[in-house]
């Protein structure tokens, strides 16, 4: 079995201010890792993603995210918050299952940046 | 390049009625999901077919919902008869073999009144 815990179904930013986006995973087996980003009446976008090899990646639109394997965390981070980055954000772990991937979302943080 | 159309963009129902979702990638990939997303929630998997057979249903509400896909290219998904709990955004996406990457179409809205 697997699940995504996002903290904080709603963060708010000052522009230019560092974004945060936590997300913890839990995985029977070594996961794959992924962030999308939703804008309103749009699909999902791939931010970023882990697989193997470096565990800090880094994604589109300056975001990035590590991979901690001790903490079972993908937080995303952003050094500085643009207006356009508003929107809501998801975790998701994929992991292999009888010769398929096994895909889980999180609940989404809904990201405000505040002018 | 790696595009989902889906169709329609909106649909409004009254409950009981019947609906039927399309998804259209534009170059042929063997993995196919459909995601219920109601707002406020992440995308919950419905289906996900791997070519033209289904690999895991267990989410699906079977009694009501039924998805096919046509040839591993296009796929459609129904909702007969609609209650209003499955108001919802339903999309579709398709994986990038062997990068485990996802490209969602734009989803449908479906309103149930």
């Known amino acids: 079995a697997q699940s995504v815990t996002q903290l904080g179904s709603h963060v708010s930013v000052s522009e230019g201010a560092l974004v945060l986006l936590r997300c913890n995973y839990s995985?029977?087996?070594?996961?794959?890792l992924f962030w999308y980003v939703q804008y309103p009446n749009q699909g999902l976008q791939l931010l970023l993603k882990?697989?193997?090899?470096?565990?800090l990646v880094k994604g589109i639109n300056g975001f990035e995210a590590e991979f901690k394997k001790s903490e079972t965390s993908f937080h995303l981070t952003k050094p500085s918050a643009h207006m356009s980055d508003a929107a809501e954000y998801f975790c998701?772990?994929?992991?292999?299952?009888?010769?398929?991937?096994?895909?889980?979302f999180g609940t989404g943080t809904k990201l405000q940046v505040i002018p | 390049e790696a595009g989902v159309a889906q169709s329609p963009r909106y649909k409004i129902i009254e409950k009981r009625q019947s609906v039927a979702f399309w998804c259209n990638p534009i170059?042929?990939?063997?993995?196919l999901y459909w995601y219920q997303q109601i707002l406020g929630q992440g995308p919950k998997l419905l289906i996900q077919?791997?070519?033209?057979?289904?690999?895991?249903d267990s989410q699906l509400p079977k009694d009501r919902f039924s998805a096919e896909r046509l040839k591993g290219v296009d796929s459609t998904l129904k909702i007969q008869p609609a209650k209003l709990e499955d108001s919802a955004v339903y999309l579709c996406?398709?994986?990038?073999?062997?990068?485990?990457?996802?490209?969602f179409g734009p989803g449908t809205r479906l309103t149930v009144t």
């Open positions: 995985s029977s087996v070594p996961p794959y």
């Open positions: 170059s042929g990939h063997a993995t």
């Open positions: 996406a398709i994986e990038i073999l062997e990068t485990y990457e996802q490209y």
């Open positions: 998701a772990v994929s992991r292999g299952s009888g010769g398929y991937q096994k895909v889980t």
């Open positions: 882990y697989t193997t090899g470096a565990t």
């Open positions: 077919f791997q070519n033209n057979g289904v690999v895991d």
